[in-house]
T-cell receptor, first 112, second 110 residues
């Protein structure tokens, strides 16, 4: 079974803090994604990586950056957390970018 | 127009009912069709995957794709309270990254 593991289930951070969300997959997938999910808005793509050290902006990259130093690990960084970044963050990996994605359990981030 | 449209619900049905969940899409290049189930405060899990028109059955679940109408459906037979979740459709292919519907919230009542 594909396993995608996110480092935290719940996080509470203060406004202005730098926040790191980590994601690890064990299936040697080339592609990894970070989404945020908000009620009524569905899944919105923040960043996408198709190879080590390669990244592409998604629909809502502002206020976020990413790092992919190893194939299995994809990190999302909130440079200076703000309250409007309170959300559910989901990491996913895929063999191909246009086929089935496998998700982690999600990180519920609250910025106070 | 969004690339994938999905009625958000909520949809409430009695136990044992047949549930029909639907999505429409606009890009005829799409060729891969998925349904995900997401329980509250969890990540989505892949439920059904198909890449052609027609039906695919897995236990109580049937995925149906009509490419000519750009319409996909998920049917749940003999629905159970444990089926209460949000169901998301996802569509990809033709070089396009996966595009998700906003999800339909389903509640199966005892």
């Amino acid at each position: 079974d594909v396993k995608v593991t996110q480092s935290s289930r719940y996080l509470v951070k203060r406004t202005g803090e730098k926040v790191f969300l980590e994601c690890v997959q064990d299936m040697d997938h080339e592609n990894m994604f970070w989404y945020r999910q908000d009620p009524g808005l569905g899944l919105r793509l923040i960043y996408f990586s198709y190879d080590v050290k390669m990244k592409e902006k998604g629909d809502i990259p502002e206020g976020y950056s990413v790092s992919r130093e190893k194939k299995e690990r994809f990190s999302l960084i909130l440079e200076s957390a703000s309250t409007n970044q309170t959300s559910m963050y989901l990491c996913a990996s895929t063999i191909r970018a246009d086929t089935e994605a496998f998700f982690g359990q999600g990180t519920r981030l609250t910025v106070v | 127009q969004k690339e994938v449209e999905q009625d958000p619900g909520p949809l409430s049905v009695p136990e044992g009912a047949i549930v029909s969940l639907n999505c429409t899409y606009s890009n005829s290049a799409f060729q891969y069709f998925m349904w995900y189930r997401q329980y509250s405060r969890k990540g989505p899990e892949l439920l059904m995957y198909t890449y052609s028109s027609g039906n695919k059955e897995d236990g109580r679940f049937t995925a149906q794709v009509d490419k000519s109408s750009k319409y996909i459906s998920l049917f749940i037979r003999d629905s159970q309270p444990s089926d209460s979740a949000t169901y998301l459709c996802a569509i990809g292919g033709g070089g396009n990254k996966l595009t998700f519907g906003t999800g339909t919230q389903l509640k199966v009542e005892l």
